[in-house]
């Protein structure tokens, strides 16, 4: 058993000193192979560094050649770009001064705008001011005008109603006048010849007519003046007219002449007296005239118009 170990060992100690052998022989050829390779790479760096160094000058020199001509041209620029600087720098100044002056004129437009506008703003407030003061004159002054408007139509109705009044009641004295001159024409035309029965029962019945007539005229002139006292608003123009007139027919019925007419007629009808019957129907026929041109003028043409519209106030007086 200790022969097999002791073999092995042997075989084992040769194998490692065949080994130690062999790697010592290619370490050997290894470092002569390196060492033949090495003094190949130095060579050739030698070479390579030559031509390094050689290629190396030439770029130095290019480059010094290239930074001189930098040099040159950036100086050239330089003064370019200085000069450009100044120019962009002279130019920006003017653009300021510029700029300033505009915002100064720019400012002072502002500041007249707005003066302007304050200015506008204060007329604008003053006319507001006055137009609401004309404003509240023109309210005044229409309101003024209605009332005085309201009062003139109220003025107006009282005197259109106090007119209609004084008319209705002038108009019914001029009804009398006209069955007073009626009769009186109908006595004229009676007595102007011998009188039947029948003719003087006419005569007779006609003389009671007008004197019932002036009775009539008596009340409605009473009538009519107390209308006047109190009728304050009557139109002058129309109370004149109907005053006078009044007076004429009233003068009229109340006249001598009519007086003996009704007096004396029925006594020289009574004792067939025809001398005094024909005298007394011919005062008749003057005083029927009379009557007649009186109550003519009334509607003469000088008073036609007036008469007309006072005549319609008092229909309108009568439909309401």
Do not use: W
Not at 16 to 33: F, N
Not at 52 to 60: E, G, K, N, Y
Request: proline fraction near 0%; hydrophobic fraction near 30%; aromatic fraction near 4%.
């Amino acid at each position: 058993m200790q022969s097999k170990i002791d073999e092995s060992q042997r075989k084992h100690d040769d194998e490692m000193s065949k080994t130690k052998l062999e790697y010592a022989q290619k370490v050997k050829q290894v470092q002569d192979e390196n060492s033949k390779e090495s003094k190949q790479m130095e060579k050739d760096h030698k070479r390579q560094m030559k031509n390094l160094q050689a290629t190396h000058d030439a770029a130095l020199l290019r480059l010094d050649e290239k930074l001189e001509t930098v040099k040159r041209e950036g100086k050239q620029k330089i003064k370019e770009m200085t000069d450009e600087n100044e120019r962009i720098a002279s130019q920006q100044v003017e653009q300021v001064l510029e700029y300033q002056e505009k915002l100064k004129k720019l400012e002072a437009y502002h500041q007249t705008k707005v003066s302007e506008v304050k200015e506008l703003h204060q007329q604008l407030k003053e006319k507001i001011v006055e137009s609401e003061k004309k404003q509240r004159k023109l309210e005044q002054q229409l309101t003024l005008e209605a009332a005085e408007q309201l009062n003139s139509e109220l003025s107006r109705q009282i005197s259109q109603h106090d007119n209609c009044e004084v008319l209705k009641e002038f108009m019914s004295i001029m009804k009398t006048m006209e069955n007073a001159e009626t009769g009186l024409r109908r006595i004229n035309a009676l007595c102007s010849s011998k009188l039947s029965e029948k003719e003087e029962s006419d005569a007779e019945l006609n003389i009671q007519k007008i004197a019932g007539s002036e009775s009539t005229l008596t009340n409605q002139v009473f009538q009519f003046r107390q209308i006047i006292i109190n009728r304050q608003n009557v139109n002058k123009e129309l109370l004149r007219i109907c005053q006078d007139y009044v007076r004429a027919f009233e003068k009229s019925l109340k006249s001598k002449k009519f007086m003996l007419l009704c007096t004396k007629l029925p006594s020289a009808i009574e004792t067939k007296n025809q001398s005094e019957i024909t005298e007394l129907g011919r005062k008749a026929g003057e005083l029927s005239e009379e009557l007649e041109e009186k109550r003519g003028q009334i509607t003469g043409e000088s008073l036609l118009i007036t008469f007309t519209k006072f005549r319609m106030l008092v229909c309108m007086s009568r439909a309401i």
